[in-house]
């Protein structure tokens, strides 16, 4: 399969917990991207780490990259019931710009 | 605002039956994507574009047939539905694929074959 892997496949926490999912990948990258998912909608972008880059934050997010151990994580701090989601992680490979490979999933449910 | 566009949300087809699925976007995007989304897989790509009057195969393109006559509009055929085929189909563009750029994603279509 070309595709990644993600892990938890699925989490639960309490509301103010900090979320941690974790994405594996096969090849050289240019970038990794994590993308969420709410029930029933369309992946929406989150957040875009370069192959050079190793950690990057915006708002309540922080993703780190390794890519000698070809790994990425995502970490949601202070978590909210609204996080509720599967989060996704998708590469940009070296060699082949034009299409992004992307991970299982992680659903993570934040419970009130 | 529209963004990307897919119709249509639902459908429910007999097997053997044709459809079009329809993805439209409004931000002048050249590349446009075809996805299914299967429980435990995670998405699988199709077919793709690069550009106006261009596709490629993608992971997973038997069954399924595209054509990119317009920028702004990218459609996915089934020719012969099978039960096999019954997903979530999520359409996605993109400016400059390889500039790091996100992809855009439809709100999908689910189609069931019975």
């Known amino acids: 399969s070309q595709q990644g892997e993600e892990d938890p496949q699925a989490l639960s926490i309490q509301e103010g917990e900090n979320a941690t999912m974790n994405c594996s990948y096969k090849?050289?990258?240019?970038?990794l991207q994590w993308y969420r998912q709410n029930s029933g909608r369309g992946l929406v972008h989150l957040i875009l780490i370069r192959s050079n880059e190793r950690e990057k934050h915006s708002g309540r997010l922080r993703v780190t990259l390794d890519t000698s151990k070809k790994s990425s994580s995502l970490l949601i701090t202070a978590s909210r019931a609204a996080d509720t989601a599967s989060y996704f992680c998708a590469t940009e490979r070296s060699y082949n710009t034009d299409k992004l490979i992307f991970g299982t999933g992680t659903r993570l449910q934040v419970f009130p | 605002n529209a963004g990307v566009t897919q119709t249509p949300k639902f459908r429910v087809l007999k097997t053997g039956q044709s459809m079009t699925l329809l993805c439209a976007q409004d931000?002048?995007?050249?590349?446009m994507y075809w996805y299914r989304q299967d429980p435990g897989m995670g998405l699988r790509l199709i077919h793709y574009?690069?550009?106006?009057?261009?596709?490629a195969k993608g992971e997973v393109p038997d069954g399924y047939n595209v054509s990119r006559l317009k920028k702004q509009n990218f459609l996915l055929g089934l020719e012969s539905a099978a039960p096999s085929q019954t997903s979530v189909y999520f359409c996605?563009?993109?400016?400059?694929?390889?500039?790091?750029?996100?992809?855009?994603f439809g709100d999908g279509t689910r189609l069931s074959i019975l």
């Open positions: 931000m002048n995007h050249e590349y």
């Open positions: 996605a563009s993109t400016t400059r694929a390889g500039r790091d750029q996100p992809q855009h």
């Open positions: 574009s690069v550009g106006e009057g261009t596709t």
């Open positions: 090849t050289s990258i240019n970038n």
